[in-house]
């Protein structure tokens, strides 16, 4: 495959739009021909695919931000990451499950003699979103560590005043005393081009020592102020590496 249509597709596969839109339309033609949960049932297979696609197309809209949103309140991941998706997800299901069962009933009247439980319908959607996001959330993690760059591009330069990298998916936020501005990289890969002294004090940031103003907090939950007004979290297992390189020597609130 020639490179350069190879950086498109994975170009593409970054898009987080298009990931959703290509994970719900393939998962709703799937669905949509197999039948699960009794759909088979439902008269008219081009009724039954034009269902399950729209379906997982709203899926993928409420879903796609929830999972974004998440990442927003919990950048770092972990347990915490986990659990508010998990609270996230239970919450956004109840609405996909009542515009699906909605939708089901109006296109095919004659599910109203049968008793289906609501609880059920909820779990069924639950399963699927819980599904949908595995699948987005492995491929915007395999995009994330794949480089994207043609035979005569190089990594996109940083500015010179970089107080902080922030990571948001697959972009880095680079913060500078002027304000700040994505760019399309690994958080690794923006690391290794600067050259000021500077920590990754969090699993999705990294900090230079000149831009911090004061430290915050205890080693279970310290925060940096920046000379910007940002403030940076630290997470517990970068706590050691602050104290061995002199940042703790007079860190007060």
């Given at each position: 495959?020639p490179?350069?249509?190879?950086?498109?597709?994975?170009?593409?596969?970054?898009?987080?739009v298009?990931?959703?839109?290509?994970?719900?339309?393939v998962?709703?033609?799937?669905?949509?021909?197999?039948g699960?949960?009794?759909?088979?049932?439902?008269?008219?297979?081009d009724?039954?695919?034009a269902?399950?696609?729209?379906?997982m197309?709203?899926?993928?809209?409420?879903?796609?931000?929830?999972?974004?949103?998440?990442?927003?309140?919990?950048?770092?991941?972990?347990?915490?990451?986990?659990?508010?998706?998990?609270?996230?997800?239970?919450?956004v299901?109840?609405?996909?499950?009542?515009l699906?069962?909605?939708?089901?009933f109006?296109?095919?009247?004659?599910l109203?003699r049968?008793?289906?439980?609501?609880?059920?319908?909820?779990?069924?959607?639950?399963?699927?979103?819980?599904?949908?996001v595995?699948?987005?959330?492995?491929?915007?993690?395999?995009?994330a560590?794949?480089p994207?760059?043609?035979?005569?591009?190089?990594?996109?330069?940083?500015?010179?005043?970089v107080?902080?990298?922030?990571?948001e998916?697959?972009?880095?936020?680079?913060?500078?005393?002027?304000?700040?501005?994505?760019?399309?990289?690994?958080?690794?890969?923006?690391?290794?081009?600067?050259?000021?002294?500077?920590?990754?004090?969090?699993?999705?940031?990294?900090?230079?020592?000149?831009?911090?103003?004061?430290?915050?907090g205890?080693?279970?939950?310290?925060?940096l102020?920046l000379?910007?007004?940002?403030?940076?979290?630290?997470?517990?297992?970068?706590?050691?590496?602050?104290?061995?390189?002199?940042?703790?020597?007079?860190?007060?609130?």
């Open positions: 495959m490179t350069s249509f190879s950086n498109r597709l994975t170009q593409l596969s970054r898009n987080p298009a990931q959703w839109a290509a994970v719900a339309t998962a709703g033609l799937i669905l949509g021909v197999l699960p949960f009794g759909s088979y049932l439902n008269t008219g297979l009724k039954r695919i269902y399950w696609v729209v379906s197309l709203v899926g993928a809209a409420l879903f796609g931000g929830t999972l974004r949103a998440v990442r927003r309140l919990a950048p770092g991941g972990g347990m915490k990451s986990l659990s508010l998706l998990a609270v996230a997800l239970g919450l299901s109840l609405l996909q499950a009542f699906t069962r909605t939708a089901a109006w296109l095919w009247p004659e109203h049968f008793d289906l439980s609501p609880v059920l319908w909820y779990g069924q959607t639950l399963l699927i979103a819980g599904l949908m595995a699948v987005v959330w492995a491929l915007q993690r395999r995009a560590a794949r994207v760059l043609s035979e005569t591009e190089s990594p996109a330069a940083l500015p010179r005043d107080l902080a990298l922030q990571m998916d697959h972009y880095v936020r680079v913060h500078t005393p002027t304000g700040a501005q994505l760019m399309l990289m690994p958080l690794h890969q923006a690391i290794a081009q600067l050259q000021v002294e500077g920590l990754r004090t969090h699993r999705s940031w990294w900090v230079a020592r000149h831009a911090v103003r004061s430290i915050e205890t080693p279970r939950a310290m925060r102020h000379t910007n007004g940002l403030t940076a979290p630290v997470a517990r297992s970068a706590v050691v590496h602050l104290r061995q390189a002199g940042w703790l020597e007079h860190a007060g609130g």
